[in-house]
């Protein structure tokens, strides 16, 4: 249990992390653009590691709290928001604009983060009835 409380809460944080990057990354560039020379987060690879670690740390706590709560709709949110996620990634500039790649990115962000606050109460939610239930005689 304190696996999947750590990666969701660690997963809530990366995908904060990731619309404050998108959001707030141009702003900082346009009122310092002198910061651009040497600064690596506008880099593709840094898109690329910070959605590898967020695939990764989303898809142990949502399996781990599948696995307790047997709830597929929050199974699904998760997912949902992992796909859109990648396709940020790894559609293109060229394909959806910067725009586009940032709109999917927030959205996708944000429909991750509601499935892992939903996964973190059904969390306690299981518990709590475990608890009560194992406890009763």
Known sequence: MKLQLLSDNTAIGLSMLCIAHCLFLPIILIFIPSISAVLFLNNELFHQVLLYMIVTISSVAL???????????ILFLGCFGLLLLI???????????????????????????????????????????????????
């Open 63 to 73: 399996l781990i709290g599948f696995i307790n709560h047997k709830n597929h709709w």
């Open 87 to 137: 396709l940020a990634v790894f559609l293109s500039h060229a394909i959806i604009g910067e725009y586009g790649e940032i709109t999917l990115t927030v959205i996708g962000s944000s429909i991750l983060t509601l499935g892992h606050i939903k996964n973190y109460k059904q969390r306690h939610l299981h518990c709590n009835n475990f608890t009560e239930n194992a406890f009763k005689i």
